[in-house]
């Protein structure tokens, strides 16, 4: 019995560890901005109540991902998925690919919001905990004298659940819709 080699760029496990490594370098260009973003607005936004501050919250996001996804098309075209047919290759790295990307990823970015919404109305009005992720979300309220970490860790707990699902997405939608392997393609 003929002993198989190990190859990086067909093992699937392989393919997983280079997706994550891409999307934790997009996830933190997106925290970045939206952590950003969101403790420039936090005290201009008070009183526009729960889905007004869910909308906010979503622009925030949408900039994130404005931001994070040409650097996520353009490394997973690269290296994250090598195990593609010439084809997929040949129509990831176009201009059409990034399309197609795109729309998938933004398909994501709304199934996300969804995530998101049900996490804000959970922190703000349905738990009773009544934590304003929007409203009080600064440094200084969170880090400074008399500040409340919880609201950092409902923010925080949010983006990773949002992050999770997307990143789930994501993978499977580009495995089977995007970066087709050679058996799939068949």
Same mark, same amino acid.
Request: a positive charge; hydrophobic letters at 55%.
């Given at each position: =019995?003929?002993?198989?080699?190990?190859n !990086?760029?067909?093992s699937?496990?392989?393919?997983? %560890?280079r997706?994550?490594?891409?999307?934790?370098?997009?996830?933190? %260009?997106?925290?970045?901005?939206?952590?950003?973003f969101? !403790?420039?607005?936090?005290?201009?936004?008070?009183?526009? @109540?729960?889905?007004?501050?869910? &909308? $906010? =919250?979503?622009?925030? !996001?949408?900039?994130?991902?404005i931001?994070?996804?040409?650097?996520t098309? !353009?490394?997973?075209s690269?290296?994250?998925?090598?195990?593609?047919?010439?084809?997929?290759?040949?129509?990831?790295?176009s201009?059409?690919?990034? &399309?197609?990307?795109?729309?998938w990823?933004?398909?994501?970015?709304?199934?996300?919001?969804?995530?998101?919404?049900? @996490?804000?109305?959970?922190?703000?009005?349905?738990?009773?905990w @009544?934590?304003?992720?929007?409203?009080?979300?600064?440094?200084?309220?969170?880090?400074?004298?008399g500040?409340?970490?919880?609201?950092?860790?409902?923010?925080?707990?949010?983006?990773? $659940?949002?992050? @999770?699902?997307?990143?789930?997405?994501?993978?499977?939608?580009?495995?089977?819709? $995007?970066y087709?392997?050679?058996?799939?393609?068949?």
């Amino acid at each position: =019995m003929a002993e198989k080699k190990f190859n !990086s760029d067909t093992s699937l496990i392989m393919e997983i %560890i280079r997706f994550v490594v891409v999307g934790v370098y997009g996830t933190l %260009i997106d925290f970045a901005v939206e952590g950003w973003f969101t !403790s420039m607005v936090s005290s201009r936004v008070a009183g526009v @109540g729960t889905i007004g501050a869910f &909308f $906010i =919250m979503f622009l925030i !996001s949408a900039l994130g991902f404005i931001v994070a996804t040409p650097a996520t098309w !353009s490394l997973t075209s690269i290296w994250g998925f090598r195990n593609v047919t010439k084809e997929s290759e040949e129509k990831s790295k176009s201009l059409k690919g990034m &399309f197609i990307f795109t729309f998938w990823a933004v398909l994501g970015l709304l199934l996300g919001a969804v995530i998101q919404f049900f @996490g804000y109305m959970i922190c703000l009005e349905w738990s009773g905990w @009544g934590i304003n992720i929007l409203g009080g979300f600064s440094f200084e309220k969170m880090f400074g004298e008399g500040g409340n970490i919880n609201i950092f860790f409902a923010w925080a707990t949010v983006m990773v $659940i949002r992050t @999770g699902f997307t990143m789930v997405f994501n993978y499977l939608t580009r495995k089977f819709f $995007i970066y087709k392997a050679p058996k799939a393609a068949e």
